[in-house]
């Protein structure tokens, strides 16, 4: 079956060191990736969206990569701060399917 | 700024009764979306619609329908509520999907039913 998955684990990381969370996709070839933040209790908020003739996207501190042959998107996230801990999730898009990962939650330690 | 405002932060509704959740958007977005959100599960789509009086099953419709009467307004309903319908609740916009274009969630209502 088609899915995104995300590691469903929680990474924790040092505030200052560069966050990386991955998405891969199974049996699908989405057209464009977006990446979400999720605060809890709250709907998640776009943050970047890459297409699949892109290799890279970045928006300040935030860069997403969109690998093909692997099948994987990697969401960085530069000097990372304690503000930055929240849940992030992968969207996958083609013209009339979309499908989500679970998420992952990322926990930057002061 | 731009907004989609759901009727209900939390609810808490009894087994058997007829629930309405209401969500309206000031885009004048064309695609609306009902999810549902559960520990590990991510966002499962319930419905969406892609124009007034439209709407397409997601994955997981059993037991919801959906109206949409006007383009601003998306509005949930499960016909008679059960315990596994406790869940939280996210409608969200966008622009027309080939577009590829962010959608905009609102706050989410979490539901328990009783």
């Known amino acids: 079956s088609q899915k995104i998955e995300q590691n469903s684990e929680a990474l924790n990381i040092q505030e200052g060191k560069t966050a990386t969370l991955t998405c891969n996709y199974t049996?699908?070839?989405?057209?464009?990736l977006q990446w979400y933040r999720q605060d809890p209790g709250r709907g998640p908020v776009f943050l970047l969206l890459?297409?699949?003739n892109e290799k890279e996207k970045r928006k300040e501190r935030l860069k997403v990569t969109f690998d093909t042959t692997l099948k994987q998107s990697l969401f960085h996230i530069t000097a990372s701060q304690p503000a930055d801990s929240a849940t992030y999730l992968c969207l996958g898009g083609s013209n009339y399917q979309l499908i989500w990962g679970a998420g992952t939650k990322l926990i930057i330690k002061p | 700024d731009v907004k989609v405002t759901q009727s209900s932060r939390y609810l808490v509704k009894r087994t058997g009764e007829k629930v309405f959740l209401e969500c309206v958007q000031d885009m004048d977005h064309e695609n609306m979306f009902w999810y549902r959100q559960d520990p590990g599960l991510g966002l499962r789509l319930i419905y969406f619609?892609?124009?007034?009086?439209?709407?397409e099953k997601g994955d997981i419709p059993e037991g919801y329908s959906v109206s949409r009467e006007k383009k601003e307004r998306f509005s949930l309903i499960l016909e008679s509520a059960s315990t596994n319908q406790t869940s939280m609740y996210l409608c969200?916009?966008?622009?027309?999907?080939?577009?590829?274009?962010?959608?905009?969630f609102g706050q989410g209502t979490r539901l328990t039913v009783v």
């Open positions: 619609s892609y124009d007034v009086k439209m709407k």
């Open positions: 890459i297409r699949e």
């Open positions: 049996n699908y070839s989405p057209a464009y």
């Open positions: 969200a916009s966008s622009l027309p999907t080939g577009m590829n274009t962010e959608a905009f």
